[in-house]
């Protein structure tokens, strides 16, 4: 069982809708990294987070330590932001190997 | 531009051929890394320097040589690959090596798919 699980696997909207990505992990980590990847392979960071919220543009990332979980919401999409969406976390303890979710592929219909 | 480069960007090799992958950073970053991205698997790491010096070696096959000549560029040689390893190869880099209560962006290259038949 991956240590980090995300949640959908696929997920398809229309233009303009609200749109959340779950990740839950099973350890204790440091912290936890969202990227995007799109067709072709390139992958951008998106946030680096350890407790709390944050907010770039459209896009927000919470995380919850205590129940292990972080969510990704994606406000107004845009077929832009079709791409897949990868959770990491850095589990506590030093190392610096990020275990990394399989991604969840959104896709945005206009 | 992403900061992170990486050649060939494909590459098609038979299982005796020997090639190598390239990734450069104008970053300024002194840790790279080495991924594999196997279809329908999560990324896995495979190698980490931390100022030109390897750091994790995450069991990866003897057939995979990674080199760090300097901060800015790092290299996977191959050798008598598998089917089962073409993969989409990603170089990354960050500031430095996570610690035990931190962790840095890391920075990622376009990658490479490679083919081996």
């Known amino acids: 069982k991956n240590e980090v699980e995300q949640s959908p696997q696929n997920l398809t909207a229309q233009e303009g809708e609200f749109i959340t990505i779950n990740c839950s992990y099973s350890?204790?980590?440091?912290?936890l990294h969202w990227l995007q990847q799109h067709p072709g392979g390139g992958i951008v960071s998106l946030f680096m987070?350890?407790?709390g919220k944050k907010k770039h543009g459209r896009l927000i990332a919470t995380i919850n330590i205590q129940e292990k979980h972080s969510s990704l919401h994606i406000t107004a999409s845009h077929p832009r932001d079709s791409a897949v969406y990868i959770c990491?976390?850095?589990?506590?303890?030093?190392?610096?190997?990020?275990?990394f979710g399989k991604g969840t592929k959104l896709t945005v219909n206009p | 531009e992403t900061g992170v480069t990486q050649t060939p960007r494909h590459l098609v090799m038979g299982m005796t051929n020997k090639k190598s992958l390239k990734c450069e950073q104008h970053?300024?970053?002194?840790?790279m890394y080495w991924y594999k991205q196997s279809a329908k698997k999560p990324l896995e790491l495979m190698f980490v320097?931390?100022?030109?010096?390897?750091?994790e070696n995450n069991s990866v096959p003897s057939r995979f040589s990674p080199e760090c000549p300097n901060s800015s560029h790092l290299f996977l040689h191959l050798h008598t690959l598998q089917p089962e390893d073409s993969a989409l190869y990603l170089c990354?880099?960050?500031?430095?090596?996570?610690?035990?209560?931190?962790?840095?962006?890391?920075?990622f290259g376009p990658g490479t798919r490679l083919t081996v038949t």
């Open positions: 987070l350890s407790s």
């Open positions: 320097y931390n100022f030109k010096e390897q750091t």
């Open positions: 970053l300024g970053h002194n840790a």
């Open positions: 990491a976390v850095l589990p506590q303890g030093g190392s610096e190997k990020l275990v």
């Open positions: 990354a880099s960050s500031p430095y090596i996570a610690g035990t209560e931190y962790s840095y962006e890391q920075y």
């Open positions: 350890v204790g980590i440091s912290a």
